[in-house]
């Protein structure tokens, strides 16, 4: 399984931590956030690579021109101006019949092997990955009259879901593929013919949008193991 990875953005809501380098290059543990994006990958045996580039492709270049044991990482510039949709669908000519795709500044314990199996028995060509909606705010509880009872930081609302990416798609998805925008055209022009599903993910899932992000990341690496391997040290390493 080929895995397509979104790394060609201009990274606007990290400035200016994305002045010089791309997003998923940006450090988490001394490693771009990218190379723990494929190595949870490599971990459950995915290690062909597929980076389409374009914001500062150079510094993505430089950090793979010596190649990664046992893993096949095919560098794709799709432009500095394309949008999601564009970044995948201009990665078509290298694609096979079914491959993973997903952002580069997103990392997940999503059971790989469920989310296939999950797409292969639904009969669509598209899946993608949700999660639950982590609020950005902390919340109160309150009674009738106001009086504060208690607070909630950033709680979950399991009621409402987000796209995480970790897409899977098989290769007649592009026979339907219409707009430039993954999220506000090709999705939901697949949605309605009935060509999209939903896995449901609720382990970790963070991405990384800003300095604070990239902080929190790094705090978890320090604390212990990557909450975003299912495998560590299975392959890739």
């Known amino acids: 399984m080929q895995v397509v990875i979104l790394c060609g953005g201009m990274g606007r809501r990290a400035y200016p931590l994305t002045e010089e380098l791309p997003k998923p290059m940006l450090p988490i543990g001394g490693?771009?956030?990218l190379w723990h994006l494929m190595q949870l990958f490599a971990d459950e045996g995915h290690t062909d690579f597929v980076l389409s580039v374009g914001y500062r492709h150079e510094a993505i270049r430089e950090y793979f021109k010596s190649g990664v044991p046992g893993w096949r990482v095919e560098i794709v510039d799709t432009g500095e101006g394309a949008d999601t949709g564009e970044r995948i669908s201009r990665?078509?000519?290298?694609l096979g019949d079914?491959?993973?795709?997903?952002?580069?500044?997103?990392?997940a314990d999503v059971p790989l092997e469920e989310l296939l199996a999950f797409h292969a028995a639904h009969g669509g060509l598209a899946t993608l990955t949700s999660v639950p909606l982590t609020c950005q705010y902390g919340t109160i509880e309150m009674d009738?009259?106001?009086?504060v009872q208690s607070f909630r930081e950033k709680p979950v609302l399991r009621e409402h879901w987000i796209n995480a990416g970790?897409?899977?798609?098989d290769r007649g998805v592009f026979d339907r593929w219409e707009g430039t925008n993954l999220e506000r055209e090709v999705i939901p022009t697949l949605t309605r013919q009935g060509l999209v599903y939903a896995y449901r993910h609720d382990g970790f899932f963070k991405s990384l949008d800003s300095s604070k992000d990239q902080q929190e990341l790094e705090a978890m690496l320090r604390a212990g193991p990557a909450?975003?391997?299912?495998?560590?040290?299975?392959?890739?390493?």
Do not use: E, K, S
């Open 166 to 169: 970790f897409f899977v798609m």
């Open 91 to 94: 990665c078509r000519h290298v």
């Open 144 to 147: 009738a009259a106001g009086l």
């Open 31 to 33: 490693r771009p956030i």
């Open 98 to 107: 079914r491959f993973f795709a997903t952002y580069g500044d997103g990392l």
């Open 227 to 237: 909450p975003w391997r299912r495998n560590p040290g299975v392959a890739g390493r």
